[in-house]
């Protein structure tokens, strides 16, 4: 049976953001090849990942999702203009399922009842919602069973 998993904010191929966020990586190369390792531990071929935004810079998404295991629907980030719908299932906006609405910015509001999880703000802590960003959930996918 199929797993649900969430993540955000991977960020493939961006070196700059091993600095920005203070990343333990010397280079892109060595970013990216530890979070596909970490990726492929948990998901199966089988599995869903709902990736909250951010996937992957210099327009290689593509070159990445062939090496990432499970089915990729993908909240689109602000770094994600160019990613195309070719290996992705591409959602504009937010998902809600039950009492959780996902989202790739942190939600100012969020209605009685439910919990907002997201991305977008890297290390940082979230004020309002919960951040899965890849820094904060030691760059791996967390099962979507941990927050319903």
């Not at 990432?68 to 994600?80: E, F, M, P, S």
């Not at 070719?86 to 609405?101: A, P, Q, S, T």
Request: charged fraction near 25%; include cysteine; glycine fraction near 6%.
């Amino acid at each position: 049976m199929s797993e649900i998993y969430i993540t955000s904010d991977h960020h493939f191929f961006h070196g700059n953001i091993i600095k920005y966020c203070n990343r333990p990586f010397n280079s892109y190369q060595e970013m990216n090849e530890f979070m596909i390792k970490k990726w492929n531990e948990i998901v199966k071929k089988e599995d869903i990942v709902i990736h909250l935004g951010d996937f992957a810079f210099r327009n290689k998404a593509n070159e990445i999702r062939s090496k990432l295991n499970g089915t990729i629907i993908l909240i689109r980030g602000n770094h994600d203009l160019k990613i195309s719908n070719e290996d992705f299932i591409i959602i504009e906006g937010n998902i809600v399922i039950k009492n959780l609405i996902l989202s790739h910015r942190p939600l100012e509001t969020i209605p009685e009842g439910f919990k907002n999880i997201h991305g977008h703000i890297h290390d940082k802590n979230s004020f309002h919602g919960i951040n899965i960003s890849v820094e904060k959930t030691d760059y791996k996918p967390l099962n979507i069973k941990t927050f319903l």
